[in-house]
């Protein structure tokens, strides 16, 4: 593919020495040691930093040990299971509900190189890159920005161009693709897959839909946290959002939401790759549209992806609490019939896997007892 990628592909080592002269100088860096807890002399540790050269040496001696450090401070601990799904000598498309901005594919990625798996290359919202800092440290991870500003008609050609990148990547960089589900973080617990990223998957291909999509090695994974990280910003923004219409971000928010992700308590941490989308499911899929609507395949996966995250959603005691709170609020009627008051959308963040979980394997048995045995 002769397309030149440079304004989005990760960086590579000529521009790692550049990058780490800015990382390094910057204020926030003292805030992420701090809060950390690494205990290491700061202008030492800056010294370090601007002796970097490459990118492989920035993600094994900084990187890893960063992420290393908040798992192990704020968590009980990250599990994983369905990593049989994979084989280690293929790519995949990763596509993942997201509950925090950075940790979802970061710990990730750490999980895959204790497990002898290789890392995989990280989509993320080009608002991240407002804050330079952020910016430079993504793109030194293996991290590529997904442009969704500027005119509908710059939005259309930067998504063709991501498209193109995200296939270049994985059938001729021959690397793994880890992408959240939807255009930002799920706020209230009820993770949904966008069909408008699906439709993106396609934009700039001349295959079918089904040889498209199944040249990606769809995967879905689900991500589930004890405790929500920036679960109160989360809250508030849906309820200032049902409140006045809109929410208005404040400056630096995103960068603050990065910084509370890494540094709040989390409880517990579970990771399920699910089952790999199959060709014959894409076939199914691709067969919705024999109505004429083309809209109607790409709905299909993102419902198949859906199906796939709820049930592997590990369900945590906060998720149950929370669900059987609501129970008890709906039997005795002390839930307003419009609008959601702020406790409620606290519960709701928590209870809302639940109540998916209990859909979608309902719906698994219902399809199950309408399909004719062979």
């Not at 990760?10 to 521009?15: F, N, R």
């Not at 617990?189 to 966008?194: H, I, K, M, P, V």
């Not at 998957?201 to 589930?224: E, K, N, R, T, W």
């Not at 409140?243 to 399920?272: F, N, P």
Request: glycine content about 4%; aromatic content about 8%.
């Amino acid at each position: 593919m002769n397309i030149d990628f440079s304004d989005i592909e990760p960086y590579d080592d000529d521009h790692a020495a550049e990058a780490m002269h800015y990382i390094e100088q910057h204020p926030f860096l003292d805030m992420i040691l701090d809060g950390l807890k690494l205990n290491v002399d700061h202008e030492q540790f800056r010294a370090q930093v601007r002796s970097i050269r490459t990118v492989e040496e920035f993600q094994s001696q900084y990187m890893k040990m960063f992420v290393e450090q908040i798992m192990k401070n704020t968590s009980k601990g990250v599990t994983i299971e369905g990593l049989d799904q994979l084989d280690p000598t293929r790519q995949y498309l990763f596509i993942s509900n997201h509950r925090d901005i950075v940790l979802d594919a970061a710990m990730l990625d750490v999980i895959f190189v204790q497990n002898d798996f290789p890392t995989c290359e990280i989509s993320f919202g080009d608002n991240l890159l407002s804050d330079e800092f952020v910016g430079q440290i993504a793109r030194c991870n293996r991290m590529f920005p997904i442009h969704r500003t500027g005119s509908k008609r710059e939005q259309y050609e930067r998504l063709i161009k991501t498209s193109q990148y995200i296939h270049y990547a994985i059938n001729e960089k021959r690397v793994s693709v880890w992408i959240a589900q939807r255009n930002g973080r799920t706020k209230d617990g009820d993770d949904r897959t966008e069909q408008g990223l699906m439709k993106m998957f396609a934009m700039g291909q001349s295959d079918s839909f089904v040889d498209c999509m199944d040249s990606l090695h769809i995967v879905p994974i689900a991500i589930s946290y004890e405790i929500e990280p920036c679960a109160e910003r989360k809250v508030r923004e849906i309820y200032i959002r049902q409140k006045e219409g809109h929410y208005e971000k404040e400056k630096d928010e995103d960068m603050r939401s990065v910084i509370e992700g890494a540094l709040q308590d989390k409880g517990a941490i579970h990771y399920t790759i699910c089952r790999p989308i199959e060709r014959k499911e894409l076939e199914a899929c691709a067969a919705t549209a024999n109505d004429g609507d083309k809209n109607k395949p790409f709905l299909s996966l993102a419902n198949l992806i859906d199906s796939r995250i709820h049930l592997g959603y590990h369900l945590h005691p906060t998720n149950i609490n929370a669900y059987n709170v609501l129970q008890q609020w709906k039997q005795f009627n002390l839930i307003p019939e419009e609008g959601h008051t702020m406790e409620e959308l606290r519960m709701l963040l928590y209870a809302n896997p639940v109540i998916n979980q209990k859909k979608a394997a309902e719906a698994l048995k219902v399809n199950s007892e309408n399909t004719p045995n062979k």
